[in-house]
């Protein structure tokens, strides 16, 4: 028979194999949730990475998406412009206004005129300016309504409603031989507000 030192040895040696393989499968559970955790992680990260690279692929399409302006402007050509159109068409009405923007830009785009805004709008034929209040120096008083720079705006993204206009007078203020020139060497388009417009 055994004697009762040996069953305590024993029964001591099972309880300590128990306890160890209870904390080596404690140990393995442990890890496998540590794994699971840190997949999760991994997880989690890679959405968040995924996500980030949306973002990041909004933007870019927003910006590939937005509309640019359809001539090339600095920041004076974008005064000047402003500052016509107050000039030529403040009294009236947003399509007056457009009109007056949509001749501008139209003449950037030709290839009888200068190539960008400033040079247009100050240029001179025969030592006299292309526009009224550039010789008479109004272009440099008015005050640019709200109304005008949304309309600039427009028309530099495009709204364009001048059927090619390339020259504007108003009748009632230009001098008949002037108003002559116009008639005789262009081609009248249409009349809006206090300007008749014409093209080449």
Known sequence: MYSKSNILLFIAYMICTGLLIFSKRYD?????????????VTVVTGNVELEQLESVERVISYETMKQRFCIDVSEKDLDTLMRIVEAEAGGEDRKGKLLVANVVINRVKSKRFPNNVTDVVYQ???????FSPVSNGFINQVKVSEETKEVVYSAL????????????MARRLVA???AAWFD?????????????????
């Open 184 to 200: 005789s060497n262009l081609t009248f388009l249409f009349t809006y507000g206090g300007h008749d417009f014409y093209a080449r």
């Open 28 to 40: 393995v559970q442990a890890e496998s949730a540590a794994r699971q955790a840190q997949t999760t």
């Open 176 to 178: 008949p031989e002037n």
């Open 124 to 130: 001179k034929a025969k030592n006299v300016a292309q």
């Open 157 to 168: 993204k495009g709204e364009d409603v001048s059927n090619g206009a390339l020259f504007f």
